[in-house]
């Protein structure tokens, strides 16, 4: 088992140090991998003519003046706010988070689920590690656009290359703090020891990536009444099949957190 683990310790290494080159490598040549904002257009006009559940609302950061974001209302008074982050390449009513979203509503959160900056379809999954800057600032948007709203306390859920995107932010001296962070499927170990509660949620069937990650990030989870690493069996990557689960379970762990049972 231990030549096992350092197989993939090493392998994952790897990847780590070569991601990290292709990102330094891509904000020196930061014009050839900028987000493909027309991109971001279309799928922003699919979406709001396309939305059932929720309303779309704008936010604005430096480099970008509107940034779609889709606001869901629980029916009663909120429990709290939830930042949604979606994977790469897609929109915030994509499959699992536009199901996330909806199920975290319906439980009585307040959802914002947010535009990332997408490039060409064709990318490189590394290539987005240069809009990791820009991604952050969406999200430090969204987190005052809930609070101004009214939100006290604020948790992050994301997937993927979302998830990767939060851990950036997160990682930013210029953060806010947070009360809950819910990773799915996450790419990467904590580029910073967790500072909030963290539900670290996979798949059984999951990328060799994120299977690699995960020892990593296990033994640098908080040690509070909620943090854990669990597994949704039955499922893949994208949980086509278990949003129903997997929101359930995300609901449970931000109901303790917003509660202060941590």
Same mark, same amino acid.
């Given at each position: 088992?231990? +030549?096992?683990?350092? *197989?993939?310790?090493?392998?994952?290494?790897? =990847?780590?140090?070569?991601?990290?080159?292709?990102?330094?490598?891509?904000?020196?040549?930061?014009?050839?991998?900028?987000?493909?904002?027309?991109?971001?257009?279309?799928?922003? @006009?699919?979406?709001?003519?396309?939305?059932?559940?929720?309303?779309?609302?704008?936010?604005?950061?430096? =480099?970008?003046?509107?940034?779609?974001?889709?606001?869901?209302?629980?029916?009663?008074?909120?429990?709290?706010?939830?930042?949604?982050?979606?994977?790469?390449?897609?929109?915030?009513?994509?499959?699992?988070?536009?199901?996330?979203? *909806?199920?975290?509503?319906?439980?009585?959160? *307040?959802?914002?689920?947010?535009?990332?900056?997408?490039?060409?379809?064709?990318?490189?999954?590394?290539?987005? @590690?240069?809009?990791? +800057? &820009?991604?952050?600032?969406?999200?430090?948007?969204?987190?005052?656009?809930?609070?101004?709203?009214?939100?006290?306390?604020?948790?992050?859920?994301?997937?993927?290359?979302?998830?990767?995107?939060?851990?950036?932010?997160?990682?930013?001296?210029?953060?806010?703090?947070?009360?809950?962070?819910?990773?799915?499927?996450?790419?990467?170990?904590?580029?910073?020891?967790?500072? &909030?509660?963290?539900?670290?949620?996979?798949?059984?069937? &999951?990328?060799?990536?994120?299977?690699?990650?995960?020892?990593? @990030?296990?033994?640098?989870?908080?040690?509070?009444?909620?943090? @854990?690493?669990?597994?949704?069996?039955?499922?893949?990557?994208?949980?086509?099949?278990?949003?129903?689960?997997?929101?359930?379970?995300?609901? &449970?762990?931000?109901?303790?957190?917003?509660?202060?049972?941590?």
């Amino acid at each position: 088992m231990l +030549a096992a683990f350092a *197989t993939v310790r090493r392998r994952f290494q790897r =990847a780590r140090l070569c991601g990290l080159f292709v990102a330094v490598l891509a904000f020196g040549i930061d014009a050839a991998q900028s987000a493909d904002y027309a991109r971001e257009e279309r799928w922003a @006009r699919e979406v709001v003519i396309g939305l059932v559940v929720g309303d779309p609302v704008y936010l604005a950061t430096a =480099a970008r003046g509107k940034v779609l974001a889709i606001l869901a209302l629980p029916a009663g008074a909120t429990k709290g706010g939830v930042v949604v982050v979606h994977g790469l390449g897609v929109h915030p009513d994509w499959g699992l988070v536009g199901g996330v979203r *909806t199920r975290l509503a319906e439980a009585g959160f *307040t959802t914002l689920s947010v535009q990332m900056p997408v490039l060409a379809a064709d990318a490189p999954r590394d290539d987005y @590690r240069a809009t990791f +800057a &820009e991604a952050g600032d969406r999200i430090a948007a969204a987190i005052v656009y809930l609070r101004v709203h009214g939100a006290t306390k604020v948790a992050l859920v994301s997937h993927s290359m979302g998830a990767s995107m939060v851990n950036a932010y997160l990682a930013r001296p210029d953060a806010f703090a947070i009360t809950a962070w819910a990773p799915i499927g996450m790419l990467d170990d904590f580029a910073v020891a967790p500072r &909030e509660p963290v539900l670290d949620v996979l798949a059984e069937t &999951e990328l060799q990536q994120v299977r690699d990650a995960a020892p990593f @990030r296990f033994p640098r989870m908080p040690s509070d009444g909620c943090s @854990r690493q669990i597994t949704i069996v039955g499922t893949d990557h994208y949980f086509d099949n278990r949003q129903k689960a997997l929101a359930a379970a995300i609901a &449970e762990f931000l109901d303790r957190a917003f509660a202060g049972r941590c």
